[in-house]
Each structure stands twice: as C-alpha cells, then as structure tokens.
C-alpha cells in the first residue's frame, strides 16, 4: 500500500465506520421501540391475567351456587313428592255428594248426614258414621231454580269412606 492509497483507504474505513455507527443507531431506536412493545405487552398480559383470575373467582362462585341449586332443587322434588302423598292421604277420606236440596241440611250437616246416609245406602254402621268435618261447597243460594252446591264430608274413619264410596258405585 502506498501513501497515495492510505487516504483514500482511510477514508473509505470512515465511511464503513460511520455506516456501522448509523446502523447500530438504527438498531438502538429498534431496540427502545422493542423494549417498549415488549413492557406494553407485559402490561397487557397483567391485565389480562388479573381479568382470568376474576373470572376464575366468578365461575368457582357460580359452581358453588350451582351445586347449591341441584341440592335444593333435590330437596324441592321429594318434598312436593311428600306434600302429594300428604293431600291424598288428608282427601282419601272425603266424600262428596251431589244432588242434596239446599238448605234441607239444617244448621248441623254432620247430623244431617249421620242420619241421612245409613238410610239412602240401607247400611248400618257400627260404629255409628262420624264426621271430622261437613259442609256446602259455595256460597249459600237462597232460590231452589239453580242446581244445590255439592256437600263434602271428611268421614272419621277411612273404612267407612271406602264403604259409603263402594256402595255408590255398585248403586
């Protein structure tokens, strides 16, 4: 190499030194902006991490809740099953008759039917027919031109329910 090419190799060297200083500029500020996505990201994947976790806390609650529901709902079928069983068994020894004249009852119905019932059914009961409870359907109707409220009877002993039903359906 001679005195005349070092100058110009000099200056070429230059040339390539400031090309290298201008791309690792260009690589500082790529790499400010990449360290700035990248703090931007890790904020956003905090947020999101912190949403999850709340819903995690929501749906376990809701689970909880959920299981809570299938218990009593549980709860709810056998006690209707219960309250069924139950109406039956306080209706299987009622008795409704039809057809009675208004107000030939009287004041006592249960008399009414202790007397009445043997003789329409030619039974003779022993022990005599006892009533828990007798009484017209309805509000009371003073003119004989509509149809007589039916009587229900809620009888003593469930055997002679059965009875008295037997018989009316033979009859």
Same mark, same amino acid.
């Given at each position: 190499?001679? +005195?005349?090419?070092? #100058? ?14 201008? $791309? ?10 990449? &360290? ?7 904020? +956003? ?12 806390? $929501?749906?376990?609650? *809701?689970?909880?809740?959920? %299981? &809570? *529901? ?6 709810? %079928? ?17 008795? $409704?008759?039809?057809? *009675? ?6 004041? +006592?119905?249960?008399?009414?039917? %202790?007397?009445? @019932?043997?003789?329409? &059914? ?5 022990? #005599? ?22 009587? *229900? ?9 059965? @009875? @008295?039903?037997?018989?009316? $359906?033979?009859?």
């Amino acid at each position: 190499m001679t +005195d005349r090419d070092q #100058p110009a190799t000099m200056e070429r060297i230059l040339q390539e030194i400031t090309a290298v200083s201008l $791309r690792i500029e260009g690589m500082d500020a790529s790499k400010s902006s990449l &360290t700035l996505e990248t703090k931007s990201t890790r904020s +956003d994947i905090a947020s999101f991490q912190s949403w999850v976790t709340g819903f995690e806390h $929501r749906v376990g609650t *809701i689970e909880t809740h959920m %299981s &809570t *529901i299938q218990d009593r709902d549980q709860d709810l %079928s056998f006690l209707r099953s219960k309250v069924t069983d139950l109406e039956d068994r306080s209706r299987r020894d009622n008795i $409704r008759l039809f057809g *009675i004249p208004e107000n030939e009852e009287g004041p +006592d119905v249960k008399a009414f039917l %202790s007397s009445v @019932l043997p003789k329409l &059914t030619s039974l003779s009961f022993d022990p #005599p027919l006892e009533f828990q409870q007798a009484h017209r359907v309805g509000p009371k109707r003073s003119n004989g031109a509509s149809r007589p409220h039916p009587i *229900i009877a809620c009888l003593l002993r469930h055997t002679q329910a059965r @009875l @008295l039903l037997q018989v009316a $359906r033979n009859h």
